[in-house]
């Protein structure tokens, strides 16, 4: 006899007939009627399926998998519990907090999005682009999030499904057909005339002078505030050329970086310890005493304010101005540039270099000698 299986919604009920038997059920969620009953129809098929292949493919057996089974596979619930476990332990390793922290937020957005779609125990081999199409329309529609917040927890979610497929959970990851999205930020840069403002102003407030040096040291060396709050006297060597320079594995990607030092940028290092800062460094042994990141960031809109410097400055913006102002600007190139930001592709380089306009008629210039000697 040929089974007949009919799957029919009405709202958030559903609705299950079986060979003549039926049964409902009304859930609740705050996904879109449309995009819900899509995804809990083709989990009911795919749950079919797989009954049929087993053979057991009953009525009893078919509503008490849809409705009420919790399932004897492996569930995405326990894997992300599973692989967040397991980074937590690693965590301070090859692990740093802030990736942690992303983890656990991507976490509790996964547990909220699956017991909105009642899919607390949904099955790996369940999940299909399909499944991450609805998550991601749940991120961006129900929770708001922009499209880069969306995107990092997809990402996240892909080195998940990653670790199943690597312990032999899943034999091939749903993420190989799909595509992430994401818009590219522009961080803010200082050009030289408003670097030589702040360098010249003088603040009355010991922190604001303090932070302004640390913001400048990071212009004229390239490092990131994380490498900077690490930053010890054993990072300093005499290199090559006979100068000091800050040699150093980065938090971030652990990649090499090594970067001469300026003679102002060895003043404010040599002279840390002359600042009226009361705080102790946050890392043992380290040479500042460094604000959090949240603070720093704070402090520099503040001191960008009162220099009259109407950009929205960070951390960050140390990097790229060391890169595009300074580097850049003055012929370095873009090999020598990478090395120094302890970038491990020159791709990532390209992201933090801009180049200017008086560069462009520079060269231009001397393309068009070229051109008119050969003439």
Not at 66 to 85: A, N, R, W, Y
Not at 280 to 309: D, E, Q
Request: positive net charge; hydrophobic residues 35%; glycine residues 6%.
């Amino acid at each position: 006899m040929e089974n007949k299986l009919a799957v029919s919604f009405k709202g958030y009920k559903l609705c299950i007939d079986f060979n003549g038997l039926s049964r409902t059920k009304l859930f609740k969620s705050q996904l879109p009627q449309p995009l819900w009953q899509k995804l809990l129809h083709c989990f009911i098929i795919r749950k079919y399926r797989e009954l049929l292949v087993k053979g057991k493919v009953e009525c009893s057996v078919l509503f008490y998998s849809v409705f009420d089974e919790p399932g004897g596979q492996t569930k995405l619930s326990q894997l992300v519990e599973l692989h967040f476990g397991h980074i937590q332990k690693r965590c301070g390793l090859d692990f740093a907090k802030g990736t942690v922290e992303r983890y656990r937020q991507t976490r509790l957005v996964l547990k909220q999005y699956l017991s909105l779609t009642k899919l607390d125990h949904i099955e790996l081999r369940y999940l299909d682009v399909g499944f991450i199409e609805a998550f991601k329309q749940y991120i961006l529609k129900i929770r708001r999030n922009s499209i880069n917040t969306c995107d990092g927890h997809c990402r996240n979610l892909k080195w998940i499904i990653h670790f199943a497929v690597k312990n032999g959970w899943l034999e091939h990851s749903p993420f190989f057909k799909f595509k992430g999205q994401q818009i590219k930020g522009t961080t803010s840069c200082l050009s030289l005339a408003e670097f030589g403002l702040l360098a010249k102003t003088r603040f009355s407030n010991h922190v604001h002078n303090f932070v302004k040096q640390m913001f400048l040291l990071q212009c004229y060396t390239g490092l990131s505030y994380s490498d900077l709050l690490h930053l010890k006297q054993g990072h300093l060597f005499t290199g090559v050329d006979g100068n000091q320079w800050i040699i150093l594995f980065r938090r971030k990607t652990s990649n090499r970086t090594s970067v001469p030092l300026l003679p102002k940028a060895l003043k404010i290092i040599q002279t840390s310890g002359s600042w009226e800062i009361k705080s102790k460094p946050r890392v043992p042994g380290a040479l500042f005493p460094m604000h959090s990141l949240t603070m720093y960031n704070l402090l520099l809109l503040k001191i960008m304010s009162a220099c009259g410097i109407n950009k929205k400055i960070s951390s960050h913006s140390g990097r790229k101005t060391f890169a595009s102002s300074f580097a850049l600007k003055y012929g370095a190139s873009i090999e020598g540039i990478s090395k120094m930001l302890g970038h491990s592709t020159i791709t990532y380089t390209q992201l933090y270099t801009e180049v200017s306009d008086t560069k462009v008629a520079r060269e231009m210039k001397g393309l068009q000698n070229n051109y008119l000697r050969l003439k």
